[in-house]
Structures are given as structure tokens and as C-alpha cells.
């Protein structure tokens, strides 16, 4: 099927209803917006793009983004989000990779990235480059103008396995893979938001202040099927006072939100002695929320999160501790099922496994692999990357963790992340969740270093939010965790780095370590 299905049905059913609000002011309606969606699915193909091929999404968040996606799928054209806080010539990297044949970007990124695509880029696939009748203009900053044009009146035809979505994986250890996702994926993460997470009625709305080329993005699509509002913040991010602003003027608003961004959000409630108004639902996920931040979170701000873990090879549908578990406090494990990522999604298959493959039993530490129509076709023009991804049907994420009896999974660590000091296996989230357990840590960051005796020994990166030094954090972790697993250096930083998406990069914090600068 055609994803545009789902705007096409929403303008039959919602048509005055409004589909898209900028800030607080709304932008368009469901019969506006699938009208956009024809007229530029028609300009597309008279630019002579066919189904299949695919265009560059290079925007941070506005409307504007959303009429692009709608007029892609609804063209039968593949939509390549990159996100916009990348560089220009990594932008172009992937614009080269995924063979796009146009780009959309930002007026500020228009220069720099039209001295470096389309360029052909080396290393590219033969098969991968721009393909047909070069574009008059391949890179763009605006839409087209679409009134008085003519109008594709319905969907192209496609089937569930033709791709829609190539994501980009971060590249934090090298080139980004490009996850190919399919109408099949689409809808089944979007059958799981409204099973798992949450119901949409008409209306209900849907804030993105977190990138829309990423997990905001997906999450638009339930509120287009059942006629919510999807609501862009004029800011175009995410700036906390916004947020609670939008919540009280919608009502019923939920969004998505890394764990920095809770963190934020946290802060400026503190700050303002103000709880939020409007809330529905937060949703976290795209990075560990350590246990310590999450109560912190439930207590200043309320009853209002729930949690999914995945990947964008299996997009945000492992697995769901959802708002009447998180708020269940009254359950004798509630904060073991607090500090875990809930329970395998209904869409998908949930193992955990040894090295050798072999699926281990409840309470075993192993390898998480999931297996169902959610995982990705695979990774695009990568067969051998596909290939070590997806063994037997089974997607291999990379992430340890292991079960419980009751099904719930606790997340420990990346396997690459996994440090063997003394021939013992220590998980540096173990070791975090003990640390912001302390109210002079405000950030946590655990790594192994060479040790030319103990293999490794255990990092610990510290932003602190008052005075504390090592010695009292070793105390602090002497009453918590095995000696073993305490860290053998604290380094005190003011920042952590972090991605675009406000994951820790640790593969900076080795690199800084190994290099004897670590920032202490």
C-alpha cells in the first residue's frame, strides 16, 4: 500500500479539521493539506521523478517539511530525512549515497551544499548515483508553487515493500548506514503507538520540537491517520517554556522526547514552580533514561511518560513500558520495571542470545535480536552490512541486556560498550545508575580504559551541579555496587559531548582517554 492512503482517507473523513499548526496558529487542514500533496506529487513528476526514486530532506522543522513527505509518498517518491544539524558535507555524502535525484535544505545550508552535491562523491555505488533526466534545479529551499497547478488526484500505487524512508543511521563509528524502511515498517510502528503507547482521537495533538527527520517524524503519522494535529513549534525546537506554552493551548498534547530533553523540560519546571497543563503523553526513548531521572521526571512533572526502546533498523518498536506500568507504583517490582524498557511490542519477536546464536533463558545476559515485519529490508546498497545485521530472520541490534520472568528487558549496555577488567564483565550502565543516584551528579559517562594489568579499568566522566570529588563518589559507589565495578578514575567535565541527537559519544571519551587528555 501507499502510505498517502492515510492523508487521502483523513481529507475524506476531517477535511475542515485542522492537520498542521505552526506554533499556536493553525497552518492548514486535512483537505489543504492532501491538496498540497497532489499538486506537488504532480509537479514532481513533471520534473520527471518516477516512483521509487528518492529526494533529500535536508530541513529543520516547519511545516513545510510535513507537505514534503505527504508529496513524496503520495508520488510513489522515497523520502532520504537528514537531519539538519549535520554538516553540509556529510548531508551531501548521504545525498550521494542514496542516489537521490533532488534536495531540499535550508536557505543558510543552499551554498555550501551546492559546491558539494551533485556532485558524484567517491566510493559511491555505480547504482547508487542520480539516475534519469537531470533535474533543472536539484537543490531547493522552498516548495514549489502549488496554486493553480494541476493536482494528482490519488495516491500512486506501491506495494508494502517499496522503500519510503531511507534513515541514516548517526555514524558515531564510522559512514552512516542507510535503513530502508517500507510502507510495511511505516505501519507497523504506527499500529504500535496507537496499540501500546496510546488511543489518537480527532484532535488530539501531536507537538515536534524533537527533529522531525528522526523519531518526531514517525510519530506524526498515527495523528494523520485518526485526524490529529501535528504542531510545529514556531521556534522550530525544542525550547521548554514553548512546550509547556503549546500543551496548555492544545490540550491533550503528547510528544517525543530524548532523555536530554527530558532533563531540560525538568529544569525549567523546577525553575518555574509551573507543573504543565494539557499534557497527555511523553514518550522517551533514543538513548538510556537512567532510573534516577525518570522518578525525578514523574515527581516534578507527573503521571504523563511512557518508554520505547528500538533502533531505526527496527524504528522505535522493541519494545513499551507504557503510562500505567511507569505509573503502577503500588507493584512490588515497579522499580525494577522502572529501570527496565518494558515489554516486547505485539508486532515482533523478542530473543535474547548468546554469541554463538543460541537463545538464552530468563535472567541469562546476552545479545537482544528481534525478528517481524518492523525490522528494516535492510541497509541500502550494503549487503554485507545487511547480511551481519540480519542472521536467520533475526535482526542482531548490537545493544546486551537481558529478561525477566515476566518479559521485561533491562537494557545494560552497547556491546562495544561492554568493559573486562580482571577477566570480570562490568556493563558502564550499571555503573551510571549509580552515580546519578548521587544529587551532587547531574551527568554520568562510563568507559574503559587500557590497563596494562586489568585489561581495562573503569572511567568515570562527571558533570557535577555542585562540589563533589572523587573520593566521595568511590564512597558513594562502595555502598551500591561490587568493588569491582567502582570506577578507578572520576575526570570532572562541564559538557559531556554528545550527537545531534543528544547521545553521549563515547567513542570521543575513549579517544580523549587514550590520547591522555581527559579533560579532568
Not at 541514516?168 to 507497523?188: C, D, F, H, I, W
Amino acid at each position: 500500500m501507499n502510505l498517502a492512503l492515510w492523508l487521502a482517507r483523513s481529507a475524506q473523513r476531517f477535511g475542515d479539521r485542522t492537520a498542521i499548526d505552526h506554533g499556536k496558529a493553525p497552518w492548514c487542514s486535512y483537505r489543504e493539506l492532501a491538496h498540497r500533496a497532489g499538486a506537488l506529487a504532480a509537479w514532481l513528476h513533471a520534473q520527471g521523478l518516477q516512483p521509487g526514486d528518492r529526494v533529500g530532506l535536508f530541513m529543520s522543522n516547519r511545516p513545510e517539511y510535513l507537505v514534503w513527505l505527504w508529496g513524496l509518498w503520495w508520488a510513489g517518491v522515497a523520502a532520504v530525512p537528514v537531519n539538519a544539524k549535520l554538516h553540509s558535507r556529510e548531508a551531501a555524502w548521504i545525498l550521494a549515497h542514496s542516489g537521490a535525484r533532488l534536495a531540499v535544505c535550508d536557505a543558510t545550508a543552499h551554498g555550501e551544499l551546492a559546491t558539494l552535491w551533485p556532485l558524484p562523491q567517491p566510493g559511491a555505488q555505480p547504482e547508487s548515483q542520480p539516475n534519469g533526466r537531470p533535474l533543472a534545479e536539484p537543490l531547493r529551499t522552498a516548495l514549489p508553487p502549488l496554486d493553480g497547478t494541476a493536482v494528482l488526484p490519488e495516491p500512486v500505487e506501491r506495494s508494502d515493500s517499496d522503500p519510503v524512508w531511507l534513515f541514516y543511521t548517526s555514524g558515531t563509528t564510522g559512514r552512516p548506514k542507510g535503513v530502508v524502511l517500507a510502507a510495511r515498517q511505516l505501519r507497523e510502528a504506527s499500529l504500535g503507538y496507537l496499540s501500546e503507547v496510546q488511543a489518537v482521537a480527532p484532535g488530539d495533538a501531536m507537538l515536534h520540537p524533537a527533529p522531525l527527520s528522526h523519531g518526531s517524524g514517525l510519530y506524526h503519522l498515527p495523528y494523520v491517520m485518526h485526524g490529529g494535529v501535528n504542531v510545529v513549534p514556531a521556534s522550530g525546537g525544542f525550547d521548554p517554556a514553548e512546550i509547556v506554552e503549546l500543551a496548555a493551548h492544545r490540550r491533550n498534547a503528547s510528544f517525543f522526547a530524548a532523555p536530554t530533553m527530558v532533563r531540560r523540560l525538568v529544569d525549567h519546571v523546577q525553575a518555574s514552580g509551573r507543573r504543565p497543563e494539557g499534557l497527555a503523553t511523553i514518550t522517551y526513548g533514543g538513548g538510556p533514561m537512567y532510573l534516577a531521572d525518570i522518578r525525578q521526571a514523574l515527581q516534578v512533572i507527573g503521571p504523563h511518560f511512557a518508554q520505547i526502546y528500538g533502533q531505526g533498523e527496527s524504528p522505535m518498536t522493541i519494545t513499551v513500558l507504557p503510562r500505567r506500568v511507569i505509573n503502577d507504583d503500588a507493584h512490588p517490582r515497579h522499580l525494577q520495571r522502572l529501570a527496565s524498557v518494558g515489554y516486547a511490542q505485539p508486532m515482533l519477536e523478542l530473543s535474547i542470545r548468546s554469541a554463538d546464536g543460541a537463545p538464552l533463558p530468563a535472567g541469562e545476559t546476552g545479545e537482544v535480536c528481534v525478528r517481524g515485519d518492523v525490522v528494516m529490508q535492510g541497509y541500502w546498497q550494503q549487503p554485507e552490512a545487511t547480511a551481519a545485521a540480519i542472521r536467520d530472520g533475526w535482526l542482531y541490534t548490537g545493544d546486551v541486556g537481558r529478561l525477566d520472568d515476566e518479559g521485561f528487558l533491562t537494557l545494560l549496555d552497547r556491546s562495544k560498550d561492554l568493559i573486562i577488567s580482571g577477566g570480570s564483565n562490568i556493563y558502564p550502565r550499571e555503573v551510571e545508575e549509580v552515580l546519578l543516584q548521587h544529587p551532587a551528579v547531574h551527568e554520568a559517562s562510563v568507559i574503559g580504559a587500557r590497563d596494562a594489568e586489568w585489561g581495562e579499568v573503569v572511567v568515570a566522566y562527571v558533570v557535577a551541579r555542585s562540589a563533589i570529588d572523587g573520593a566521595a563518589l568511590d564512597a558513594f559507589c562502595r555502598e551500591h555496587i561490587a568493588r569491582f565495578k567502582r570506577p578507578k578514575v572520576y575526570r570532572f567535565v562541564d559538557a559531556l559531548p554528545k550527537n545531534h541527537y543528544g547521545k553521549v559519544l563515547k567513542t570521543e571519551l575513549r579517544e580523549r582517554e587514550a590520547g591522555g587528555d581527559g579533560g579532568c
